[in-house]
Nanobody, 127 residues
Framework: QLQLVESGGNLVQPGGSLRLSCAAS????????IGWFRQAPGKRPEGVSC????????TYADSVKGRFTISRDNAKNTVDLQMNSLKPEDTATYYC????????????????????WGQGTQVTVSS
């Protein structure tokens, strides 16, 4: 059974940076993609960024393009999310999730069904 554990959430000032990490334990051989999602209180979940298991394809929400970078370390079996120029609206609980489904396009990678989820890590951007 695949398990995902997030780390790296914290309180940071606007304009600051954080790096989130998702560690996967168990078999990842049947997976197509791993993604980062977030949910703020009173808001719908949002797909922030997703990466194919090979690392060849990535996609980002418009709200984070140019500020966030997703990467995969196959040796460590981790997927990291580097978040720069953080804004108060980035405040949310961030979840790592994995999917075995191949999406119809790279752009749809975050919109496919994700069956494996971590417990989440809190990111608060505030002065």
């Amino acid at each position: 059974q695949l398990q995902l554990v997030e780390s790296g959430g914290n309180l940071v000032q606007p304009g600051g940076s954080l790096r989130l990490s998702c560690a996967a334990s168990g078999s990842t051989s049947n997976l197509y993609s791993i993604g980062w999602f977030r949910q703020a209180p009173g808001k719908r979940p949002e797909g922030v960024s997703c990466i194919s298991i090979t690392g060849d394809h990535t996609t980002y929400a418009d709200s984070v393009k140019g500020r966030f970078t997703i990467s995969r370390d196959n040796a460590k079996n981790t997927v990291d999310l580097q978040m720069n120029s953080l804004k108060p609206e980035d405040t949310a609980t961030y979840y790592c999730a994995a999917s075995a489904l191949r999406p119809p396009s790279v752009q749809a990678m975050c919109r496919t069904r994700y069956d494996y989820w971590g417990q989440g890590t809190q990111v608060t951007v505030s002065s």
